[in-house]
């Protein structure tokens, strides 16, 4: 490893009970519904559910087939049938279809829905509409909490991002709320909370009335996890649509992470089948390169392969004995690790195959001088190729909110011009998808002098009450300002290196991004820990449009260890090169960080939950 | 201490004493007699029905309700205007049932205010209550009839009512008792000489095993409490005593006396062997048990008795009296002459208080014995049974002078004993009237007690003993805070605003409390404006709002509903709302409430499309409006003109909204449809729904140059991307004829370098070669590394004098084959050194 760990970095509580109880939940729902069940799971709730029940568990629980739940006809024969959904009104919909016709057939059966996290009231409504209410029964799985690795907890709610930050909806906002309560009951109490963002603010709010409601029932107890920090994805989107180098965020936007494990295909494995892995921090040799920079990686597996092949050479010359214990203690583990190097010398070789072309070299080049504010005509001019090349729909629109939020908006002209060809390159119906990434703030045109939105204008016509002001606040976070250039300034995000910056021996969390920029977010909260309050930094405040918050929430002995466990929560998503970078920032001042995010997310995810989706629905 | 045992009585093996509860001083100047008197179980409340016979009517006095404590204070009365009464009962809740003559049944609380009434049936009803029981079991609290037609009619619940008819039965009993048992509810009756259990389908002939045979018809019937025993009494005065299910004799006894008793009920108390029967004639009371003996008590007023579960309570008008058998540690200690530890304890502890040595004497007899912890265990119970405080005291103070002699006893009883005794004297003191044993209050568990105080309004009472006995506030203080507060606003005579100050000041935040609870009260109530005073200290939304809906304050409960930031919430109150009102008044209402408006939308882009346009319209939202449009031209528009008119209106409604660029961009999508079909029309492929660029790319493909120039010009591509979209389209073609033609047509604006890279792409170094001299000087060298011809390359950086093309070239070659053009360019690296 590059750093070692400090001494006294505090351990980690123990999640996997956060697994436990989720278990023991979906159990007794199963078997409040006696008897032989067809299960039918939602396409999303599958990899989830993976982590928590294999299908032995299930079969145990007299679960007789599992279906994907998709929107095809049953062919059932099941008298019973159990529904695992998220509660969207197109599953409850396709599950009524089934009812109905079940119904119009005379077959009587017994249906189960299960949702999870939680029922929602419009979930009922749909029922009742259906005329399907009194025939289902339905349960809720509160499942809000899976933890990925030691230090990662994800809710697995993408969709958290589109609905709050793109529609304004609130409905997840409970949940989160509820999380921090589970979490808080189990591992804290928390002494401190910082925040920034509305929906962090919001959040906040409804966690400490939850708080406050079961204050009758909570037990004196040493706290494991010190503060909590909230983050609202939308105060930087900046670090999210940079490309990743880290190792671990380089392979999830290549090979696409799903919910800790990824899939390598043939051209990784060497072989005609793809293999299916875990990545934490079990994987040995994954845990000691997932936080390097991609430049590094390579080495350090070859030196891997190296001492691995020593390791095997301690065979020769070795007596039976010696060699009995070999075989029964140390090859295991040997062959082990010589599978999980080949594999990740494997990927390591494919994204080389894909990173080290001309083009990816001169996309990083753009990104950095986009973010350094150099030669913009230039950047410009290689977005408008990327599009005319049709190199990626995706990526020209990663490209473009860069463009837009390092320079606070597109100046008119641009702004026309780059989106007539966006839409001359991808299709017109995109226009939606441009509009929302306005709506979102992502890609926006200057606006000279007005500071007020033409949505919060309106708005504030509107504020008269609280509840009032309340709700604005769900709408004025859509297309607000960003003012890179001034926090960039103001926090130093852009290190100034004499020499190359050295990625062997990093000085700071730019590593992450080859030294080219340090991340906002995790400069924020670095920032905030450091001064354990939002004083001194005023101005950056101001330039990420305020919502910050810093409360003491009890009484902690400032030295104990949990003090320095940080619980930082990120709505909307967190990327793994954030993580990586907080985990820098953690053993270079004696933290540990410990994640908590409605969903991993990176540049692609983000823009893909903005992207127009009716298109893609017939 | 010698008279102790004074008001000891023998009876068999144990010994029965019967002492003062309370002196009543109700100032009753009825006799029980003409009163129909309903007395409660575990020291309940008293009920008399004064001039309730029909004869009293003639006399004019109108008949009373009255509820007194078991210690005579009044709680309330009302002047009866109802029906004929025939049996008054508590519930197992202290509710009053009173039993009418028609078969209906009014149930008042300790208050006598009405609380509900509900029938016996139609065949009682015609044929009129000649008798009643009121009976608790496990279930509840039951309701026993006997009609004059010689009938019986049950239920086993009154607040599950189910109503059973039992069969018939051979003629009108002489005496009869409800009876439970293996969780069926019968009856037991005697009709002359015989005997017989009546359940829900047979009617049948019992006989009471060892029945004396010259017994003659039974007179009177008495199970007890726990509905195991059963007593019987014939005409000569014979007592047969067994178990209930008439499969066991215990005892009997001859009373030598013929009448009939006025009350005969079971003195026992709970696990005892003893089995005694207490019967009351006019002035004499009779205990009878196994023994030819029995106790005798000489009556001086009209009495009436009360089976409690560990004995009897005897009532007059001035007395209240507890009869009861004295327990086995009682006995031990107070026995005379014994020398059970227990007793050996307590009298060195009352030598130690007078500094004797004889102290030492009694602890060290108890000690050698081993029976030291014995000693204290018994004194501890001991106190339990005593009524008298200090008598209590002195025991216990012995218990905890004991204790001092043996290791490692745990406390927690004697701490348990001592909390709990003091809770007990407390509540025996006459003010409170509620005389439990300690038997009884284990029995009725403290939560009960609480509730019975609660009921009684002894509200600050309760809240000490949940203090004082550290009760959790969430099942204690929190718990009668609210019934306080449920009552407090039913005080009319207070303003809304003092009695929701009042309720805040007292319950604040206390946790566990419900102010929703107590506003659905006030709403009851009829009182609005309080109820949601009280919400507003409600801190859970969840709580508030549906009770706001139930007031009809939809408003209110929608802004509610939205701070609370839980969609469910603002859903609950969305739908309401949209039941609730007319279509333009709803939609005024979201209006107000962006979150719940944009909730709304959500749920209407799934469920409801066309509200979702009314939604925009109404709103004058055309930017929406238009993405609307574009969005059903492409989702539920399938023919060519549904979705070019969708468009059209896509383009009126951004222009409305003045967003020129998507105007623009809609209405280029128009042509580009249009264009297409007529494609599609005249090629016979497929062209819709297609980007501008690909359908270009694909007319070049197919080689309709001229058709994909007439795109270029209508929609004035601009030429960079027509160039690249044209050379990598022919390259994949592989038209290097007609590329080469291009590249001629004018000088190409985006350099010849992507011709090179087209070229290479197809593996066509040939052609590639054509353009690299085309290519502008300051990439030339990256077009020879591309066509592969690195010697070029580096002659190219040398002739440029540029370094970091030259360190490119080297990077690209391999240093065994290419080793003359390295020499080649550090030597050229040199120079610029030297220079």
């Known amino acids: 490893m590059a750093f070692s760990d400090r001494r006294d970095a505090p351990d980690l509580p123990d999640f996997a009970l956060l697994k436990r109880l989720a278990l023991d939940q979906l159990i007794y729902l199963l078997e409040q519904l006696p008897g032989k069940k067809d299960l039918f799971i939602e396409p999303d709730l599958m990899s989830p559910l993976d982590r928590i029940a294999n299908v032995s568990i299930l079969k145990q629980h007299e679960v007789d087939k599992l279906y994907k739940l998709e929107n095809k006809p049953v062919y059932s024969n099941s008298d019973q049938l159990c529904f695992l959904i998220r509660p969207r009104i197109k599953h409850v919909k396709y599950i009524a279809g089934i009812v109905n016709a079940d119904k119009a057939a005379k077959r009587t059966r017994k249906y189960k829905i299960i949702f999870s996290p939680l029922k929602l009231y419009v979930c009922d409504m749909v029922l009742e509409e259906q005329g399907i209410f009194g025939d289902v029964i339905c349960d809720e799985w509160y499942f809000y909490l899976l933890p990925l690795d030691d230090d990662i907890i994800s809710m697995e709610l993408p969709e958290f991002y589109t609905d709050y930050f793109l529609e304004g909806d609130q409905r997840w906002l409970c949940t989160v709320a509820k999380a921090l309560h589970v979490l808080n009951s189990l591992f804290g109490p928390f002494t401190k909370s910082y925040g920034i963002g509305r929906c962090a603010k919001m959040v906040y709010e409804m966690w400490k009335d939850l708080e406050d409601e079961s204050e009758g029932d909570r037990k004196e107890k040493r706290p494991a996890v010190g503060s909590i920090f909230l983050f609202d994805r939308d105060v930087d989107y900046i670090t999210p649509l940079c490309s990743q180098v880290v190792y671990e965020g380089l392979v999830d936007d290549i090979f696409r992470i799903k919910c800790g494990s990824v899939e390598f295909g043939p051209e990784v494995t060497s072989s005609d089948k793809s293999i299916k892995v875990l990545l934490n921090s079990q994987d040995k040799v994954f845990n000691e390169i997932r936080n390097e920079h991609f430049s590094n990686v390579f080495g350090f597996l070859s030196q891997k392969a190296r001492n691995l092949q020593i390791q095997y050479d301690k065979r020769r010359g070795m007596d039976i004995k010696q060699m009995k214990t070999f075989v029964s203690q140390e090859l295991k583990g040997l062959k082990q690790e010589h599978r999980l190097l080949s594999l990740h010398i494997g990927a390591c070789e494919s994204i080389m195959k894909k990173k080290t072309k001309q083009d990816f070299q001169d996309l990083l080049k753009t990104e950095h001088s986009l973010l350094e504010g150099f030669d913009i005509r230039e950047s410009i001019s290689f977005i408008e190729e990327h599009i005319n090349r049709q190199v990626s729909p995706i990526e020209s629109l990663r490209l473009l909110c860069l463009l837009s939020i390092t320079e606070n908006g597109l100046i008119s002209k641009d702004y026309r011009s780059l989106k007539t060809q966006y839409l001359q390159s991808y299709g017109p119906e995109h226009l939606l998808t441009l509009y929302n990434l306005k709506r979102v703030g992502l890609l926006t045109e200057q606006v000279p002098g007005d500071t007020l939105t033409a949505v919060e204008s309106k708005m504030s016509k509107l504020v008269t009450d609280k509840a009032a002001g309340k709700l604005s606040d769900a709408f004025s976070s859509l297309a607000k300002k960003s003012n890179f250039r001034g926090l960039s300034k103001k926090l130093n995000l852009i290190p100034h290196v004499d020499g190359e910056y050295d990625l062997k021996i990093p000085r700071d969390m730019a590593y992450i991004f080859s030294g080219a920029y340090i991340p906002l977010s995790c400069k924020i909260i670095e920032q905030v820990l450091d001064r354990k309050a939002w004083t001194g930094l005023e101005e950056v405040i101001r330039l990420l449009n305020g919502n910050e918050f810093a409360d003491p929430l009890s009484e902690g002995s400032p030295t104990s260890d949990s003090q320095r466990l940080i619980l930082a929560v990120f709505l909307g998503g967190c990327t793994f090169s954030e993580i990586s970078a907080l985990r820098f920032l953690g053993k270079s001042k004696g933290y540990r960080f410990i994640f908590l995010t409605t969903a991993i997310t990176n540049s692609a995810r983000l823009l893909e939950a903005v992207v127009e989706t009716s298109l893609n629905v017939s | ?835």
Not at chain 2, 444 to 470: F, H, Q
Not at chain 2, 485 to 495: F, G, H, L, T, W
Not at chain 2, 602 to 629: A, I, M, R, S, V
Request: include cysteine; proline fraction near 4%.
């Open chain 2, 1 to 835: 201490m010698a008279c102790y045992t004074a008001n000891w009585n023998p009876l068999g093996s144990v010994f029965y004493r019967k002492f003062d509860l309370y002196s009543m001083d109700w100032n009753l100047k009825e006799d029980l007699r003409d009163c129909l008197i309903a007395p409660g179980p575990y020291g309940g409340p008293i009920a008399l029905l004064k001039n309730y016979s029909a004869k009293g009517k003639s006399s004019g006095l109108r008949p009373v309700l009255e509820i007194y404590t078991a210690s005579g204070l009044p709680l309330s009365s009302i002047p009866w205007k109802s029906g004929q009464v025939v049996q008054l009962g508590w519930t197992v809740t202290e509710d009053l049932l009173c039993i009418q003559e028609d078969g209906s049944v009014l149930i008042y609380d300790l208050f006598c205010g009405f609380k509900r009434h509900f029938s016996m049936g139609n065949e009682v009803f015609q044929h009129h209550v000649v008798e009643a029981r009121v009976f608790h079991t496990e279930y509840g609290t039951g309701v026993a009839i006997l009609t004059k037609a010689s009938r019986f009619t049950l239920t086993t619940n009154i607040d599950d009512l189910k109503l059973r008819r039992m069969p018939d039965i051979p003629g009108p009993p002489s005496c009869w008792a409800v009876l439970f048992q293996d969780r069926a509810t019968m009856i037991l009756f005697a009709f002359g000489k015989d005997l017989y259990l009546l359940d829900h389908t047979s009617c049948s002939l019992m006989v009471p095993p060892g029945m004396n045979p010259l017994a003659g018809s039974y007179l009177a019937m008495s199970i007890s409490f726990n509905h195991k025993l059963l007593a019987l009494f014939t005409e000569p005065g014979y007592i047969w005593m067994g178990s209930s299910s008439l499969k066991e004799k215990f005892d009997d006894h001859n009373s030598s006396i013929q009448l009939s008793p006025k009350q005969m009920v079971w003195c026992t108390r709970p696990r005892s062997k003893q089995h005694a029967v207490v019967l009351m004639w006019d002035r004499l009371l009779m205990l009878v048990g196994n023994s030819t003996e029995s106790i005798q008590f000489v009556l001086d007023e009209e009495s009436y008795l009360i089976p409690e579960l560990d004995g009897v309570r005897i009532f007059s008008r001035s007395t209240h009296e507890f009869l009861h058998e004295i327990t086995g540690a009682t006995e031990e200690i107070f026995k005379i002459a014994s020398m059970a530890p227990g007793a050996l304890l307590l009298e060195a502890q009352k030598e130690y208080e007078k500094a004797s040595q004889k102290a030492d004497e009694y602890l060290r007899e108890i000690k050698d014995k081993g029976l030291l912890s014995e000693a204290v265990t018994q004194c501890i119970e001991a106190a339990g049974y005593e009524q008298e405080p200090e008598m209590q005291k002195s025991l216990l103070r012995a218990a905890s002078f004991g204790k001092c002699f043996i290791d490692k006893f745990s406390p927690d009883g004697f701490v348990k004993m001592c909390s709990e005794l003091r809770v007990l004297n407390a509540i025996r003191d006459y003010q409170i009237g509620i005389p439990l044993s300690y038997t009884q209050f284990r029995q009725l568990t403290i939560e009960v007690l609480l509730d019975r105080l609660v009921l009684r309004r002894l509200y600050s009472l309760a809240i000490k003993i949940c203090d004082y006995l550290r009760l959790s506030e969430f099942q204690g203080v929190s718990r009668i805070l609210a019934h306080w507060a449920c009552y407090k606003v039913q005080q009319k005579d207070k303003s809304d605003e003092e009695i929701a100050k009042a309720i805040n000041q007292k319950l604040g935040d206390t946790p566990g409390i419900s102010y929703s609870e107590i506003a659905a009260r006030a709403h009851a109530c009829g009182r609005m404006e309080l109820a949601i005073k009280l919400l507003e200290y409600e801190p859970r939304f969840g709580e508030q709002v549906p009770l706001l809906l139930k007031m009809k304050r939809s408003k209110l409960a929608l802004s509610k509903a939205i701070e609370s930031g839980d969609t469910d919430l603002v859903y609950t109150v969305v739908t309401y709302l949209k039941n609730e009102l007319n279509r333009a008044e709803f939609f005024m209402t979201l209006q107000n409430q962006p979150v719940a408006l944009s909730l709304y939308r959500q749920f209407c882009k799934h469920q409801e499309l066309e509200t979702l346009k009314d939604l925009y319209n109404q709103d004058d939202d055309h930017q929406e409006l238009g993405n609307f449009y574009m969005r059903s031209s492409y989702t539920s528009e399938k023919r060519i003109e549904g979705r070019v008119s969708a468009l059209q209106s896509a383009v009126d409604e951004y222009s409305k909204a003045k967003n020129e660029f998507a105007c623009k961009a809609t209405e280029d999508q128009i042509k580009l449809l249009r264009m297409q079909h007529r494609l599609e029309d005249e090629l016979d492929k497929s062209y819709l729904d297609m980007s501008l660029h690909d359908t270009v790319y694909n007319l070049v493909m197919d080689g309709m140059f001229s058709k994909a120039e007439q795109f270029y010009k209508e929609f004035k591509i601009p030429d960079k991307r027509y160039w690249w979209l044209k050379i990598s389209a022919l390259a994949e073609r592989e038209d290097w004829e007609e590329m080469e033609k291009f590249s001629k047509s004018k000088k190409s604006p985006i350099g010849y370098l992507p011709f090179v890279e087209m070229c290479m792409k197809q593996h066509n170094r040939y052609e590639a070669k054509k353009y690299v001299a085309r290519v502008a000087p300051e990439q030339r060298v990256r077009s020879y590394i591309l066509v592969g011809d690195l010697d070029q390359a580096a002659e190219a950086a040398i002739e440029h004098k540029n370094e970091n093309e030259m360190i490119l070239v080297q990077s690209k070659c391999t240093p065994t084959t290419d080793s003359v053009i390295l020499e080649k360019i550090n030597r050229a690296k040199t120079q610029i050194l030297k220079k």
